[in-house]
């Protein structure tokens, strides 16, 4: 059995221009150390992350503490948002049509392809161990939908102030055997974002 970790980022300074190099706000850096204390007494092998700044910075403490190197894939990368903003109605709209895109932007469909094709070859290479992976709310949520396909947008927006937000989930080989939210600290959206 493989487990992974899937660590979805702590809070992010939302005023950040630059979504790959935006960091984690003060509150965000708090709060993962208290990732780091629930990873405290487990046995963690390998880490994995998207290679945008908030997500290495949520667990780089715990791969310090377990004196092991992060390595990063871009297919764990954010969604590419494009022209429009976040918002409550756009969020519905993405996750009632997979295929859907704003200009400029990037589908659920299309998140989810290179996550799982990451994740496959990830598990593959990587079995009877655990794996911490850093991530991002919406490829989180595409790797849940592709294992579970009730998961839809109200389930995306039950979980979308989770930061951080941590969900175990146990596979043999590529099959998931069995999934459990594990730890989360849930915080204010800003709603203009």
Do not use: C
């Not at 004196?67 to 709209?93: A, Y």
Request: charged share 30%; no cysteine; aromatic share 14%.
């Amino acid at each position: 059995m493989t487990t992974v970790y899937f660590v979805r980022h702590s809070e992010p300074d939302h005023n950040w221009k630059d979504d790959r190099t935006r960091p984690l706000t003060e509150e965000g850096i708090k709060d993962s150390e208290k990732v780091l204390e629930f990873f405290i007494g487990k046995k963690v092998h390998s880490f994995f992350s998207s290679p945008y700044k908030r997500s290495m910075d949520t667990i780089s403490p715990i791969a310090k503490y377990f004196n092991n190197k992060i390595k990063t894939d871009e297919r764990f990368r954010e969604r590419e948002s494009g022209e429009s903003s976040n918002n409550w109605e756009m969020f519905k709209r993405r996750w009632e049509n997979f295929s859907f895109h704003e200009e400029g932007g990037e589908s659920i469909k299309s998140v989810q392809i290179r996550n799982i094709e990451a994740l496959h070859e990830i598990i593959m290479e990587n079995q009877n161990i655990t794996l911490v992976i850093g991530t991002h709310g919406t490829a989180l949520s595409s790797i849940i939908n592709y294992y579970d396909t009730d998961f839809n947008a109200t389930d995306f927006l039950r979980i979308i102030n989770f930061m951080p937000y941590v969900i175990r989930m146990d596979f043999n080989k590529k099959e998931l055997i069995k999934k459990e939210e594990v730890f989360y600290i849930e915080k204010e959206f800003p709603k203009s974002k």
